[in-house]
């Protein structure tokens, strides 16, 4: 194909300015286009959007809104210094003015409550549930004490009494749900030490340059106060989710920009090094002269911009469309920047020393660029394909983490090819002819080695099949990571400020609930029962309200809850319990004094609030509480099995929303998809071999180290303890593309060269196949340095898996290829190359005819 694509080259040479000024118009608009992308953090974006799991949660967010407070704590051996010094920061705070002039930055606060009215009326709020508990409590206590009382029904010789101990439980677990209901005036810690105040802000959530400023503002007017004017030793924090979400999204927003500085420095400097190191060879025959080396060291710029602007320009382009097509990057994609650099280069790297060897052969500018890209260009554009290949399956993928990432990778790659087979000829034509660069053969030319055989074959090859041995035997046991806590990031800034509302917030059990929005009263009812029945036969299930229990809303309701209220009433009437001397007795008569129903109205907004819609109702929700942590993958899978879909006796279904429920999803359907992927790229880059070889046999050599690299890299995992999570899965189809380039490299070019040249290929191809990957684990190492322990995953696998293809294809690969060649595996269908254009030796004693056209011995 590329043979009839000779014009193409010769045009480009012919007008390279053309060229450029059509790759700076493009990037020019997708620069433009690009510099629009923002981070976007959040996990539901991940799942695509008719998942239920998806859907709940955007309908509970648009219904009761999703509201994120900033949370200033106050601490101090004083309540009283901690009450006054709150109440001088909250006028100075509603009256901050944003700097965009959009009006204040908060629009109310919560501090101080009205408890007068939920002490008198607490239990009206408890559910029928912890109504019943209390009744069965409270009788059980009257009849402890009138036993006791009664001495002829005491047993001297009993042994400690086995109910009093379940009592004294069921009396803990009564006091910790009740005291659910014991709001307090503000909110306070249990030893009065540290006061919270909590600030509604008024700006959008996703402005990072509003949150940065809003907690910069309030930090200056928290010192501006003066804390230590109320109490020496008073310490106070501004924290809050809402810093956390900002501090997420700018932490990987900097690692990304970091990481991708560094990495692309470092990747220029290798591979200027590495032309350096070849382009003083071929001037001195290998010995080292000065005057040469400083020559070609003032030339090493021009060497930086040729690989690198073709490349720069084919990301403004992917990046161009990816702002289109996606409007924001996802966790996943926002490092596809550095890793398609390290990806890219690659092509320039085999497109630039091919071109080199051409053009150290005697070789003309046009000549060489023609035949570089018709004879490597083949390879270049079937490795760059079948890596494109690899991440365009992704999009197969309902998970959107994969298919974003597949199309703005597998297209990054495309871009990168065509813009290295354009551009960069374009480029060097004009460098050549500026005489900024000449790679014309001066000097003499290193002697060539006699022996072209491989060394050590089977040796090498005996100690490579046992370690394949060893490590599909420990393929089993490469392990997947569950617990989600070792992948959040550590932010020490959030988690410094975070620790201070610990004593106010962190005592409760009732953590991570989800929610189910219903449409009546009637279906908060049915969805109750159901999951109460569940919760009967699971016990991961902790609790199950619905607001109508708390709030009744309707006179059946009411009146049901009046009617337990006059029970227990009636149980606190008993003359054992009247005779309570620490007035908890009193207490609970007073919180059960309700005799008619309380209106919605009458009731304070602080306890509405939380359970009230946007549009001011009191909604039908049922919250269901987990059992402990949700941070272990595996019970979040069965939490979300047990609740995520409710059927209900009348044939209702109904959907929990929740953001552990998304990721138990995301989960699940990551590992449903990986394996497919995984099958369906190696079939497509076999397939794709096949076409450039259009023979198995060669498709078998070629795709040999690819093999043997996924297995190392899996034994590999095991040895070091590397677990695959649900960030670094996507690496899988990758590493099968990258890994195939080298392959497919030295294959081509074995037959190009023939019998007996393996050292042959390795000293030409197979160092460029080595710079290639080096690139690329430069561009994936650059994730080690990411503060995210998701994004690390990713960069670790990377790594990995480019180092085992590539030590399999630099050491297993030519050995065995040294093995079967003298078996005579090759010699019926022993392809010649018609020009041997890299070997000095051969250019001083050819050893066949230098023709364009092909003979008969070359067919």
Not at 292 to 304: C, S
Not at 746 to 758: A, N, V
Request: glycine share 8%.
């Amino acid at each position: 194909m590329f043979t009839r694509l000779r014009a193409l080259p010769r045009w480009i040479v012919a007008h390279p300015l053309w060229v450029i000024a059509l790759a700076l118009g493009l990037s020019s608009v997708g620069l433009w286009k690009a510099l629009d992308l923002r981070v976007d953090a959040d996990l539901v974006t991940l799942l695509p959007p008719e998942y239920d799991s998806v859907q709940a949660i955007q309908k509970l967010q648009e219904t009761v809104g999703a509201e994120t407070t900033v949370d200033v704590a106050i601490a101090s051996p004083s309540f009283e210094a901690n009450r006054r010094y709150a109440e001088a920061l909250i006028e100075d705070a509603l009256a901050m003015e944003r700097p965009d002039g959009e009006g204040p930055y908060f629009t109310r606060v919560d501090f101080r409550r009205d408890i007068r009215f939920i002490s008198e009326n607490a239990l009206y709020f408890a559910t029928l549930e912890e109504l019943d508990r209390l009744e069965q409590f409270l009788r059980g206590q009257a009849q402890e004490v009138r036993s006791a009382t009664d001495p002829l029904r005491v047993n001297l010789f009993a042994e400690a009494d086995s109910g009093a101990l379940a009592r004294q439980a069921e009396g803990d677990r009564l006091r910790s749900d009740l005291a659910q209901l014991a709001l307090t005036e503000y909110l306070v810690s249990p030893d009065s030490t540290t006061l919270v105040i909590r600030f509604y802000p008024t700006g959008s959530q996703t402005n990072l340059g509003f949150v940065e400023q809003l907690y910069a503002d309030l930090d200056a007017a928290i010192e501006d106060v003066g804390p230590k004017d109320f109490h020496p030793d008073m310490e106070v924090t501004a924290a809050g989710r809402l810093l956390r979400q900002t501090i997420e999204i700018r932490s990987i927003t900097n690692d990304v920009r970091n990481s991708f500085g560094a990495g692309v420095l470092a990747v220029v400097f290798a591979v200027v090094l590495y032309f350096l190191y070849k382009s003083v060879q071929a001037r001195t025959g290998g010995r080292w002269r000065w005057g040469v080396v400083l020559n070609e060291l003032l030339r090493t710029p021009v060497t930086a911009v040729l690989l690198t602007l073709p490349l720069l320009m084919s990301l403004t382009w992917v990046g161009g469309i990816a702002a289109v097509r996606f409007g924001t990057l996802n966790l996943m994609t926002s490092t596809l920047g550095l890793v398609l650099f390290g990806l890219g280069i690659d092509y320039g790297i085999h497109f630039y020393a091919r071109y080199a060897e051409e053009r150290g052969a005697g070789r003309n500018v046009p000549d060489s660029i023609e035949e570089t890209f018709v004879s490597a260009g083949q390879s270049i554009f079937v490795s760059a394909l079948t890596t494109a290949c690899a991440l365009f399956v992704l999009q197969l993928a309902d998970f959107r983490g994969f298919s974003e990432f597949g199309f703005i990778g597998g297209l990054g790659i495309l871009f990168a090819v065509i813009s290295m087979m354009t551009v960069l000829p374009a480029l060097i034509a004009i460098a050549e002819k500026t005489g900024a660069l000449n790679l014309r053969l001066r000097g003499e030319a290193a002697e060539a080695s006699t022996d072209h055989r491989f060394p050590f074959a089977k040796p090498i090859v005996v100690v490579c099949s046992v370690l394949t041995i060893i490590c599909i035997l420990a393929i089993p046991r490469v392990a997947f990571e569950y617990d989600f806590s070792s992948l959040n990031p550590v932010y020490e800034d959030y988690d410094r400020r975070a620790v201070a509302l610990e004593p106010v917030f962190g005592q409760s059990s009732r953590r991570n609930p989800a929610y189910i929005l219903l449409d009546t009263p009637e279906d908060v009812r049915s969805v109750t029962d159901a999951l109460k029945e569940l919760s009967e036969r699971d016990s991961l299930i902790l609790a199950v309200e619905s607001l109508q229990e708390r709030f009744p809303t309707d006179s059946v309701s009411s009146r049901l809850k009046l009617g337990r209220l006059a029970e227990i009433r009636e149980v606190l009437n008993d003359p054992f319990l009247v005779a309570d001397t620490t007035g908890q007795v009193a207490r609970l008569r007073q919180a059960a004094s309700a005799t008619s129903p309380i209106l919605l109205d009458s009731v304070p907004s602080f306890l509405t609030r939380p359970f009230t819609t946007r549009s001011g109702e009191v909604g039908n929700f049922v919250i269901v509480f987990p059992r402990g942590s949700l941070g272990d993958g595996r019970r979040s899978i069965r939490f979300a099995e047990l609740i995520g879909e409710v059927s209900t006796p009348e044939g209702g279904e109904f959907y929990a929303a929740s953001t552990q429920l998304v990721a138990a999803d995301m989960l699940r359907l990551m590992q449903e998809e990986s394996p497919t992927m995984v099958v369906i790229t190696f079939a497509l880059v076999f397939v794709l071999v096949w076409v450039s070889f259009r023979s198995f046999k060669w498709v078998a050599v070629a795709v040999f180290p690819l093999a043997m690299g996924l297995i190392w890299m899996l034994g590999t995992m095991v040895l070091l303890g590397v677990k695959l999570t649900f960030y670094n899965l996507v690496v899988l189809p990758t590493v099968l593309g990258i890994g195939n380039d080298g392959g497919v490299h030295l294959t081509h070019r074995y037959q190009e060269d023939g019998k007996g040249s393996i050292r042959r290929v390795l000293r030409t191809t197979g160092e460029h196949v080595t710079m290639g990957a080096a690139t690329n684990l430069i561009g994936f190492s650059g994730l080690l340095l990411s503060s995210h322990p998701g994004l690390r995953s990713i960069g670790i696998l990377a790594v990995v898996g480019i180092s085992a293809t590539l030590a399999a294809t630099l050491i297993f690969f030519p050995a065995m290829l040294q093995l079967v060649e003298s078996q005579g595996w090759f010699d019926r269908r022993r392809r010649r190359r018609r020009y041997d254009l890299g070997d000095p030796e051969a250019i001083r004693n050819p050893r066949f005819r230098l023709r364009a056209d092909p003979t008969p011995d070359d067919e």
